[in-house]
């Protein structure tokens, strides 16, 4: 018999996922820009910020998309 898990700890540790991937994605974004700064525009800030950006956009988007798979499970 499986047993139950409550849903503030699935969502408890789907929000830790989520923060420790929003850490990882932008700091991802950060190298890579940092690296496309150095060696192709002559280093400029932008790139930087910008893989920075998509780092965090794709980590919420990961989230977003994860915690309203737990909701709407829940809800059925």
């Not at 910020?49 to 809800?75: H, K, P």
Request: proline letters at 1%; a positive charge.
């Amino acid at each position: 018999m499986a047993t139950q898990v409550l849903v503030e700890e699935e969502l408890g540790r789907k929000w830790d996922r989520c923060f420790s991937d929003s850490l990882l994605k932008f700091g991802g974004g950060l190298v890579l820009g940092s690296v496309f700064s150095l060696l192709f525009f002559k280093r400029r800030r932008w790139p930087i910020l910008l893989g920075g950006g998509f780092g965090v956009g794709m980590a919420y988007s990961n989230c977003e998309r994860d915690l309203n798979a737990t909701i709407r499970d829940r809800s059925l």
